[in-house]
């Protein structure tokens, strides 16, 4: 698997990742990236024909309640400690012009 890693593939893949890689770095990378490759390869001779496919490790429940409003009605609370208050709403400092 290792022998199709080119110094051109490596040179691409430092321009993606925005790297500039030195000929040690490179050289690195290459045994690196092949080593990676190495071992998905070994992960595909595992046999994973009665394996059912799952999305996560964990079972994923949703956790979201339902929206209820539960304090509608205290407007005029909420506003008692306003420094400044126009038509039931808060006024603040402007933003921009």
Avoid: W
């Avoid at 024909?49 to 490790?57: F, G, K, L």
């Amino acid at each position: 698997m290792a022998n199709f890693i080119s110094d051109e593939m490596i040179e691409y893949v430092g321009i993606l990742a925005k790297l500039e890689l030195s000929k040690e770095e490179r050289e690195q990378a290459k045994k690196d990236m092949a080593g990676m490759l190495d071992y998905i390869d070994k992960l595909n001779e595992l046999d994973t024909d009665n394996v059912e496919p799952m999305s996560h490790v964990f079972p994923l429940n949703n956790v979201f309640r339902e929206d209820c409003v539960t304090n509608g009605e205290q407007r005029e609370d909420m506003l008692a400690n306003a420094p400044e208050k126009k038509d039931g709403t808060y006024m603040v400092p402007k933003t921009f012009e």
